[in-house]
């Protein structure tokens, strides 16, 4: 076998690369075979000769000639002793490779051996030995003799190292009399704390970005300046103005008092140019919205932090309204937002969410199971990993429920009612009155079945109506207007 195509008289290509096992096991492949003029040195004269079949591995490094082809061809291997005594033994294998008999004879005290990668960067060195100052690190590797590649790379570790709190200022009033009032500003803005992880995520991110992808390591934005950048977008929501200069306007009928007086233009339009909610260098792969989990994680979490205090809970798709490009933005027919984010939502009975999952399509390894049924597993492990599911009552509309969900969610004692669509009752629609006659009767006539378990029923209003719940039924019965 070689590498060196110049050594060929003659050329015959693979239909395929051939895989050729070489002496350490590893397969490497050959894309075809020639024949090798060559002249050998024997009895003090150059003989011509030649050789057939000489694969041509481009992955070679140096020529190989393999003694078990040889000995298929009938040639004969002959090895002559060393001062009359044995070296080497070995068989050969079925593979045409020939193994040693040897037993390797481990030492007492091995040598110490330390290698260095050639594309060690100083980086990976500064991270093991505990983020130690980069010059020192690099001086101490090299009086070790193991050189590494120094280059400027920011390292988030040490950012997180030297966050530190900011002191609190002192109060400019302090009473000191008995009787005098302690000065509170009661009529600002609730503090809300649950929301500070967040807004120190979206800090240090938006940092990171900054120095790292932008190389502006001039810039810095703190807590504040974030909590206040996102108070002018929400702004910007009901008072809309032309342009985002226009807040900052000298004229009174488009001034908006509100941004004038937490930052100026000019550092609005450069924080904008920054803001991020996730590491560009750990984004995952096959997740369309990897820029944005993080934050839906942390607002996630912090929303079921103080539990679940309803008992009634929907689950339902919200549409979030986007005109622009992105491969998770879904058209829906006949909905008052088609264009948008849908988002898989778990609610109160009175619209406080308790989880919320952005939907990005087909997934292409997902388990055989119809998306609504996956959606209602996932928002069920949620409520157990909070509290006990015997508390809550499900409600959702036809395009999750079914007859087999509700068994599954009458197993884990979970309540569970909702619209249902004819084929997804189990055969329960076939055996009761057919929509058309059902249509004939007057207002309010309903037909139902119930194996014990789940109960279906559907009924005439100004269409037919269908409904199944694993927990109610049509008793008590009244009249409506």
């Known amino acids: 076998m070689t590498r060196n195509k110049e050594y060929f008289a003659d050329f015959v290509t693979f239909a395929q690369p051939v895989n050729v096992e070489v002496g350490n096991g590893d397969a490497v492949p050959a894309y075809g075979r020639s024949t090798v003029n060559f002249k050998v040195f024997i009895k003090r004269k150059w003989i011509l000769n030649r050789m057939e079949d000489v694969y ?20 004969n291997f002959t090895a002559f002793r060393k001062n009359g005594r044995v070296k ?143 108070g002018v977008i929400l702004l910007s929501g009901y008072n809309c103005q032309p342009e985002a200069k226009h807040y900052w306007s000298t004229q009174p009928d488009i001034r908006a008092q509100g941004a004038i007086s937490c930052m100026s233009h000019n550092r609005f339009m450069e924080i904008k ?87 990005q399509g087909k997934e292409i390894h997902a388990p055989k199971v119809q998306l609504s049924t996956r959606v209602i597993r996932s928002m069920v492990d949620i409520i157990q990993e909070t509290s006990n599911t015997t508390r809550y009552t499900l409600y959702f509309d036809n395009f999750f429920n079914s007859y087999d969900l509700l068994v599954m969610l009458s197993e884990l004692k979970m309540r569970a009612i909702g619209t249902i669509r004819p084929y997804r009752s189990n055969g329960a629609d076939a055996v009761m009155l057919p929509d058309k006659d059902l249509m004939k009767q ?30 109610m039924t049509h008793s008590p019965l009244r009249n409506t207007q």
């Open 88 to 230: 080497l033994s070995g068989i050969r294998s079925l593979n045409g490779i020939y193994k040693l008999h040897v037993r390797v004879c481990i030492p007492e005290k091995p040598a110490y051996v330390h290698l260095n990668a050639v594309d060690a960067l100083l980086q990976l060195w500064h991270e093991r030995l505990c983020h130690q100052n980069k010059r020192h690190v690099q001086q101490v590797l090299n009086n070790h003799g193991i050189k590494v590649y120094a280059q400027e790379e920011f390292c988030t570790g040490c950012v997180y190292g030297k966050h530190h709190r900011e002191s609190f200022h002192s109060r400019k009033y302090r009473p000191r009399a008995p009787g005098k009032l302690i000065h509170a500003d009661l009529r600002g803005p609730m503090h809300v704390t649950s929301l500070d992880e967040m807004i120190d995520h979206i800090t240090f991110q938006s940092n990171l970005y900054a120095h790292r992808e932008c190389n502006n390591r001039a810039f810095t934005v703190s807590p504040q300046e974030i909590r206040q950048f996102i």
């Open 273 to 359: 140019n920054y803001p991020h909610l996730a590491d560009n260098q750990k984004l995952v792969k096959g997740d369309k919205m990897s820029k944005v989990t993080p934050l839906y994680k942390l607002l996630n979490s912090s929303l079921v932090k103080h539990g679940m205090f309803h008992e009634k809970l929907s689950i339902d798709e919200s549409i979030v309204l986007y005109f622009g490009r992105h491969a998770a933005k879904m058209f829906l027919k006949g909905k008052p937002i088609r264009f948008g984010y849908k988002v898989w939502m778990l609610c109160g009975n009175d619209g406080y969410p308790y989880h919320m999952t952005i939907y």
């Open 442 to 471: 007057k207002r309010g006539a309903f037909d139902f079945r119930s194996d014990g378990n789940i109960y279906i029923a559907k009924w005439h209003d100004n269409s037919i109506v269908r409904i199944a719940s694993s927990f």
């Open 56 to 75: 041509y591995v481009p992955k070679l490094g140096f020529n190989l000639f393999s003694i078990g082809k040889a000995a298929e061809k009938g040639f």
